[in-house]
T-cell receptor, first 116, second 113 residues
Framework: AQKVTQAQTEISVVEKEDVTLDCVYE???????LFWYKQPPSGELVFLIR??????QNEISGRYSWNFQKSTSSFNFTITASQVVDSAVYFC?????????????FGQGTELSVKP | DAGVIQSPRHEVTEMGQEVTLRCKPI?????LFWYRQTMMRGLELLIY????????DSGMPEDRFSAKMPNASFSTLKIQPSEPRDSAVYFC???????????FGSGTRLTVV
């Protein structure tokens, strides 16, 4: 069965600090997809990144970067030089390609608070 | 594209009443998902459809909940009768083949009093 664990429930940092959000997943499939979503205080779920299981290259997008390591079943998310606008709940999610339609299972989320 | 459209945005109803939540997926997407978000349980998958066919409804809490997808452009989630513990934000999402980015609607905040 697929499972996503985000062990950090809440993180608080001061603006300009770097912060890493951890994500550990479980799956029996060899083909799967990993996602990160952001949920700001307004409540919508905003897609950040999708990564497939065959691509372990790290990805960087501006201040955001993602580290995918199959050996440890982790897909961690780092925000460099955090800003107040980064304050949100961040969800890691997993989709197994073997499931018809590929249902997306979420971790419990990490609430990030960036203080000025 | 207008994205995934959910209605209503907010719903307040009395216990025992029937509630119907609506979702219009992105045109061309063939997978549709209903999620419920609460503080205690996080984001739970209730049911998902592929090509309008329900594939997995194991997350539907009980028989009071039902979902339909009569065509590729419309889905409903119905709760009858509603109970206070059903209060939550209900999200609809759609995707193409389930492996591309999943796009979420703005959610329906349901309050049952």
């Amino acid at each position: 069965a697929q499972k996503v664990t985000q062990a950090q429930t809440e993180i608080s940092v001061v603006e300009k600090e770097d912060v890493t959000l951890d994500c550990v997943y479980e799956t029996r499939d060899t083909t799967y997809y990993l996602f990160w979503y952001k949920q700001p205080p307004s409540g919508e779920l905003v897609f950040l990144i999708r990564r497939n299981s065959f691509d372990e290259q790290n990805e960087i997008s501006g201040r955001y970067s993602w580290n995918f390591q199959k050996s440890t079943s982790s897909f961690n998310f780092t925000i460099t030089a955090s800003q107040v606008v980064d304050s949100a709940v961040y969800f890691c999610a997993l989709s197994e390609a073997g499931n018809q339609g590929g249902k997306l299972i979420f971790g419990q989320g990490t609430e990030l608070s960036v203080k000025p | 594209d207008a994205g995934v459209i959910q209605s209503p945005r907010h719903e307040v109803t009395e216990m025992g009443q029937e509630v119907t939540l609506r979702c219009k997926p992105i045109s061309g997407h063939n997978s549709l998902f209903w999620y419920r978000q609460t503080m205690m349980r996080g984001l739970e998958l209730l049911i998902y459809f592929n090509n309008n066919v329900p594939i997995d409804d194991s997350g539907m809490p009980e028989d009071r909940f039902s979902a339909k997808m009569p065509n590729a452009s419309f889905s409903t989630l119905k709760i009858q009768p509603s109970e206070p513990r059903d209060s939550a934000v209900y999200f609809c999402a759609s995707s193409f083949a389930g492996i591309d980015g999943y796009t979420f609607g703005s959610g329906t905040r349901l309050t049952v009093v």
